[in-house]
T-cell receptor
């Protein structure tokens, strides 16, 4: 079956530090990969996505590259801000296995950025 | 409304009681999902509705869980005879691109359920 493994948190960084949150996946087909973000008191929001190998998703200064050879989709940002404090979820959707309706999520990584 | 609305935001109940959780999706979205987020765990798929098709109930953990979607809009998730292990945040999401490779889900803020 499909699975997503995320770097365990919590992660605490100072403002302007470099961020990496690791994500690796197992899938039977050719998944699309996503990062979702959940700010305090809000619902989940799609942050970025990539639908095929070597695609790079980017949004709000965050980037992640779909690496099929390492089955990874690590989230990076060069300079974090206090407002980036949130929980980040890696997820996949695998159309070819017939489970398109079922996003598989990682356990989430809590990021806290200190001023 | 502008986003997915869930109610109540918090629910505390006693073991053995029934609870109903409500989700109001974004107007016009044909797909509706329920997920569960237990403490320290990832999101767990529960059920999926798409238009007038039969729902995909493959994620429901037991027959104490059921869900309805009336008129293709509002959905209610019902948990009968609640147990302490049902304590979690229940998230609803809707989408206008069900099954598309780039489907984008819009999530509500969730209902925090605590079973004492």
């Amino acid at each position: 079956g499909n699975s997503v493994t995320q770097m365990e948190g919590p992660v605490t960084l100072s403002e302007e530090a470099f961020l990496t949150i690791n994500c690796t996946y197992t899938a039977t087909g050719y998944p699309s990969l996503f990062w979702y973000v959940q700010y305090p008191g809000e619902g989940l929001q799609l942050l970025l996505k990539a639908t095929k190998a070597d695609d790079k998703g980017s949004n709000k200064g965050f980037e992640a590259t779909y690496r099929k050879e390492t089955t990874s989709f690590h989230l990076e940002k060069g300079s974090v801000q206090v407002s980036d404090s949130a929980v980040y979820f890696c997820a996949l959707s695998d159309l070819t296995s017939g489970s398109a309706r079922q996003l598989t999520f990682g356990s989430g990584t809590q990021l806290t950025v200190l001023p | 409304g502008a986003g997915v609305s869930q109610s109540p935001s918090n629910k505390v109940t006693e073991k053995g009681k029934d609870v109903e959780l409500r989700c109001d999706p974004i107007s016009g979205h044909t797909a509706l999902y329920w997920y569960r987020q237990s403490l320290g765990q990832g999101l767990e798929f529960l059920i999926y509705f798409q238009g007038n098709s039969a729902p995909d109930k493959s994620g429901l953990p037991s027959d104490r869980f059921s869900a309805e979607r009336t008129g293709g809009s509002v959905s209610t998730l019902t948990i009968q005879r609640t147990q302490q292990e049902d304590s979690a945040v229940y998230l609803c999401a809707s989408s206008s691109q069900a099954g598309a490779r780039t489907e984008k889900l819009f999530f509500g803020s969730g209902t925090q359920l605590s079973v004492l």
